[in-house]
């Protein structure tokens, strides 16, 4: 059993940051590959990001690669996306999600989801 819980969304204007948190409690999390997708109304979920337990692997969609950084704190239980040069288009809920597989980028693959927090970028 692990629970995730996001925060850091918001609403800004096109060209601004925002760092999402996702704190992981329950069963231990150092082991899992924590990945983030995003979600817009009447869209397909789409994956934006994967890092592996130990932090030494990491894989982004084209959309947000050099503009997207996932970090992760595990001695703090925590994943981080650090995003910059926001467009309008990546405006979503953004989820994050764990798993012990590491390397696929599909949203079936994985067992634990956060509720999901709202980045809105405006023009």
């Known amino acids: 059993q692990v629970q995730l819980v996001e925060s850091g969304g918001g609403l800004v204007q096109a060209g601004g940051s925002l760092r999402l948190s996702c704190v992981a409690s329950?069963?231990?999390?150092?082991?899992?590959?924590m990945a983030w997708f995003r979600q817009a109304p009447g869209k397909e979920r789409e994956f934006v990001a994967i890092?592996?337990?130990?932090?030494?692997?990491?894989r982004y969609a084209d959309s947000v690669k050099g503009r997207f950084t996932i970090s992760r704190d595990n001695a703090k239980n925590t994943v981080y996306l650090q995003m910059n040069s926001l467009k309008p288009e990546d405006t979503a809920v953004y989820y994050c999600a764990a798993d012990l597989r590491y390397g696929d980028s599909s949203p079936r693959q994985y067992e634990y989801w956060g509720q999901g927090t709202q980045v809105t970028v405006s023009s």
């Open positions: 329950g069963r231990t999390f150092s082991r899992y590959a």
């Open positions: 890092i592996s337990w130990s932090g030494g692997m990491t």
